[in-house]
């Protein structure tokens, strides 16, 4: 723990365009941390300040039991899209491979670390523990800089709110990879203008 301490602390100190980001983005069956399972994975890296789209991973994630399906709305992945895909073990290898050395960014951590973190967890691997870019968080701090006098709970929430109070144009939401690159645009934008130079900048 110490020794990841100190990676995290140096990654921190470095240049933010100079480390791999990974923009990451779950789709699951349900917001119950305890109920809910990853249904859908999309990442995508930012290097040297530049989304490699042709870089990203996205995959739907096979169900090894039940499911609770109240996100169906939101998504709409069902139950008989997930019999060819990947179990969960061979998404997380994928995933852990990918953020060895690199810094994760999600958009509204409190929502997909816990589920990242139990998959970790259920596949039998360790949690990398990577330095983390809440696009949320960001989005917070940039509204809290504009409108000194605005409450932080003003600032927008949602990812495709947060894109529109910033100017961005509006995507395809609730599907993993969109949303993966959707948040790695509007990291690209809130590091501008919050004049980020090192990754802990951003942290």
């Given at each position: ?155 927008p929430g949602g990812l495709a709110a ?42």
């Amino acid at each position: 723990m110490i020794r990841a301490g100190r990676r995290r602390r140096g990654i921190a100190q470095r240049p933010w365009g100079g480390v791999d980001c990974w923009a990451l983005d779950l789709e699951m069956s349900g917001l119950d941390r305890a109920a809910g399972r990853i249904m859908a994975v999309g990442m995508v890296p930012l290097r040297d300040r530049v989304i490699r789209v042709g870089e990203g991973f996205a995959t739907l994630v096979r169900a090894d039991g039940p499911l609770d399906m109240s996100g169906v709305a939101a998504h709409h992945i069902l139950p008989d899209q997930l019999t060819a895909a990947p179990f969960l073990d061979e998404v997380v290898a994928e995933i852990d491979r990918r953020l060895d050395g690199s810094v994760l960014v999600v958009h509204a951590a409190e929502i997909d670390l816990p589920f990242l973190r139990r998959a970790f967890g259920d596949a039998g691997r360790p949690w990398p523990d990577p330095p983390v870019i809440d696009t949320l968080r960001l989005v917070r701090r940039h509204e809290r800089h504009r409108l000194a006098a605005e409450p932080v709970e003003a600032a927008p929430g949602g990812l495709a709110a947060a894109r529109a109070a910033l100017g961005l144009p509006s995507h395809e939401a609730h599907d993993a990879f969109a949303d993966a690159v959707a948040s790695a645009e509007l990291l690209l934008v809130l590091a501008h203008r919050l004049g980020a130079r090192t990754v802990g900048d951003l942290l």
